[in-house]
């Protein structure tokens, strides 16, 4: 009977999607998952009457809305009083502990301030109906397809649950390795990036086409819960969260119950440094009273809960002086100035470069050389300069943004959307310079020793104007180079020959097609196996692929049609290149990570962290964000954050780079990780 085959895949692929997205404990391979969801999608295709709005499948798949309907919100979403330091925080228990006579046993329970967007999530008999963003605090914006997309948010309650209507409260946002990734993805298409993950956050869940939403995949954090008269068994905060927990919503792992003020320091002192480490960003500390009665009677000030406070950690500023300011021209032709800064220590690292985004935000700052200014630094974020200190700034006009291309002296063109400042010269040495430079980079083709300034003199030569040309390059040619010895040229010669063993996906993403970045190319070489499938692929079967946007299909059908990308594929075929999928060995390899759980921190040297993430998974593990006694390994890179004590505390073995490599040596299949 397909319905009952139908409830059961779908609750099986709902508990499955719970072990792995909030509990990060996976209960099946992820082979058996999709070939599971597959055959979901085909039975519901088949009986469509028999689709239920919190079938895994209808997480993606909406169309994309022409607006957002507008949503009032009983109780208000209230915004949080802050503290900065702790005699703040004693001034607020002092006030809220007047209200209160006679004097009341308390505690506290501690949740760190996650740094995103506040969304009310609305459940009818435990589906999920309604999502909606805080707005002002009263009215906010329906975005419920958008927040479907959230693969922790339950599309319905796990377990039993009261009757009616209940209102989840928590915070959406993006993960510092989707944010990075997100940014590059931009950058590579000549957009701006985001300044940092909450208003990549909130550029996400205002997006009108939730296909793209479920690309950036958001992560949901819920910290409250409203509900009426059945859910007056819950009597703390602490409860509350548990509570939510076990309805299959992911919690805060690091929430903690403190019984004084004194408990709350040590919490905030720790994760003042501990949250750096963290996959997230978060920006202070929120302290809540636990008791739900207490809580009650002390009740709200017009904007914020009296009986909750942020406790928030001082942004990483710190002023220097603009030394110079340059700009830079990418491989789209995208002009980006950069002011070169008198090096000053940072949150922990030396700054000597922020981005000024683009000409808007010069022309705001007023910004010129010898200016006092303040730099600030979220997480990891490259730095920016937040302000200029009017007072030390020097005599003479604020800097002009060049009208021509710095490189080849071409007018630069100011495109209106995105406030791009482009040089559109096709053969501008910076647009094919940034191109070869792509084209080698570690996510491309990987070709070690092809940095900027090798680049640059192949070019000015004559010896390498296009990718084709580095195949064609010898012994001979690389000794007119400068200062490149023999062993040199001939372990360049030897990276670009193995460039050729590099899989399909790789090539495709290393092509730099508008739209294009590594998510979409594997997509891309999935559905296309070789070159000329997709050099001829009509623009509605681009379109009809999951997960790509109307946008990029047209972008690459565009492509495909040029005869310029013809040619190249076919001069790239002529060099050797893998320009199709290479069919898969029939025996699969030893898994030396059958199963294991790892976790990251630090900076690898030779793998970013996406690579070292698909290698591990390759070989049958799987990376996490953070620590507990479930963890088979903690991978060390270069200066590790707090989860190096964390994993001696828990005592979860140690793996070097070197070891891991070493460990994934085994079954690599020479794809990657030199
Ligand atoms: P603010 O925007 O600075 O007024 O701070 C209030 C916001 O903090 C709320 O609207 C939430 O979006 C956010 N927030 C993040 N984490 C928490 C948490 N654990 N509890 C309550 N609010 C939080
Ligand atoms: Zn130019």
New binding site residues.
């Given amino acids: 009977m397909p319905v009952n085959r139908l409830q059961e895949l779908r609750t099986l692929l709902q508990q499955a999607s719970h072990a792995y997205y909030v509990l990060d404990s996976p209960i099946m391979e992820d082979s058996v998952y999709d070939q599971l969801f597959r055959e979901l999608l085909e039975l519901e295709a088949i009986h469509p009457e028999l689709i239920t709005p919190d079938s895994p499948s209808q997480r993606v798949g909406g169309k994309p809305a022409a607006g957002f309907t507008s949503v009032t919100h009983s109780p208000p979403?209230?915004?949080?009083e802050?503290a900065f330091d702790l005699e703040e925080l004693a001034a607020w228990q002092g006030r809220w502990q007047r209200v209160l006579t006679p004097q009341v046993p308390f505690d506290y329970v501690a949740?760190?301030?996650?740094?995103?967007?506040?969304l009310a999530l609305t459940y009818q008999e435990g589906l999920l109906v309604r999502a909606a963003t805080?707005g002002d605090g009263v009215t906010g914006e329906d975005i419920t397809a958008n927040v479907r997309t959230i693969p922790s948010v339950p599309l319905r309650l796990l377990g039993p649950h009261p009757p009616g209507l209940l209102e989840v409260r928590?915070?959406a946002f993006l993960a510092w390795d989707r944010f990075h990734t997100l940014n590059r993805e931009r950058q590579a298409r000549g957009e701006l990036p985001f300044a940092n993950p909450r208003n990549a956050t909130a550029g996400t869940l205002r997006q009108l086409d939730p296909q793209v939403v479920a690309q950036r995949q958001l992560d949901f954090?819920a910290?409250?819960l409203h509900g009426g008269p059945a859910l007056e068994d819950l009597a703390t905060q602490w409860q509350r969260l548990q509570q939510l927990g076990s309805w299959g919503f992911r919690v805060?792992p690091h929430?903690q119950v403190c019984r004084d003020l004194g408990a709350v320091q040590v919490y905030w002192d720790y994760w003042r440094t501990a949250r750096r480490a963290l996959p997230y960003l978060?920006?202070g500390v929120?302290v809540?009273l636990n008791q739900l009665d207490l809580q009650d009677q002390l009740g709200f000030t017009h904007r914020?809960p009296r009986w909750?406070i942020?406790l928030?950690y001082p942004p990483d500023e710190a002023a220097t002086v603009v030394e110079q300011i340059l700009v830079q021209v990418g491989r789209t032709g995208a002009v980006t100035p950069v002011a070169q800064l008198t090096p000053v220590a940072l949150a922990g690292t030396v700054v000597a470069r922020a981005t000024l985004h683009n000409a808007d935000r010069v022309q705001e700052l007023g910004l010129r050389v010898g200016d006092t200014v303040v730099v600030r630094k979220a997480g990891e974020v490259i730095p920016e300069i937040v302000r200029v200190v009017e007072q030390l700034r020097p005599q003479g006009p604020p800097w002009q943004f060049p009208t021509r291309c710095p490189l080849c002296g071409q007018p630069l063109v100011r495109t209106v959307q995105a406030a791009a400042i482009r040089c559109v010269n096709p053969h501008c040495p910076a647009i094919g310079q940034g191109q070869i430079l792509h084209w080698a980079s570690r996510a491309a083709l990987n070709i070690q020793g092809l940095g900027e300034k090798r680049v640059a003199q192949l070019w000015e030569q004559g010896l390498v104007c296009s990718i084709v040309d580095l195949y064609d390059l010898t012994g001979e040619g690389l000794a007119a180079l400068p200062g490149l010895g023999d062993k040199s040229a001939a372990n360049l010669l030897a990276e670009i020959a193995a460039s050729k063993q590099q899989p399909w996906p790789r090539v495709l993403y290393g092509l730099g097609i508008r739209h294009v970045g590594v998510t979409v190319a594997v997509l891309l070489a999935e559905r296309f196996g070789a070159a000329e499938s997709l050099l001829t692929a009509s623009l509605e079967d681009l379109s009809a692929i999951p997960g790509i946007g109307p946008e990029t299909a047209q972008s690459v059908w565009e492509w495909g049609q040029a005869p310029a990308s013809q040619i190249l594929l076919g001069e790239l075929q002529n060099r050797g290149l893998t320009l199709a999928n290479t069919p898969r060995a029939p025996i699969t390899p030893p898994q030396p990570l059958q199963g294991k759980v790892l976790v990251i921190t630090g900076t690898l040297e030779h793998l970013t962290r996406p690579q070292a993430q698909a290698l591990i998974q390759a070989a049958g593990g799987r990376v996490v964000g953070s620590l507990s006694r479930r963890t088979d390994y903690l991978v060390v890179g270069s200066s590790p954050g707090s989860k190096l004590q964390a994993a001696e505390k828990l005592g979860v073995p140690q793996l070097s780079e070197a070891s891991l490599r070493q460990l994934l040596g085994q079954s690599e299949t020479g794809s990657d990780g030199r």
């Fill in positions: 979403l209230y915004s949080l802050n949740e760190l301030k996650i740094d995103g967007i506040s805080r928590g915070e954090f910290y409250t805060n929430t978060t920006d929120v809540k914020t909750a942020a928030k």
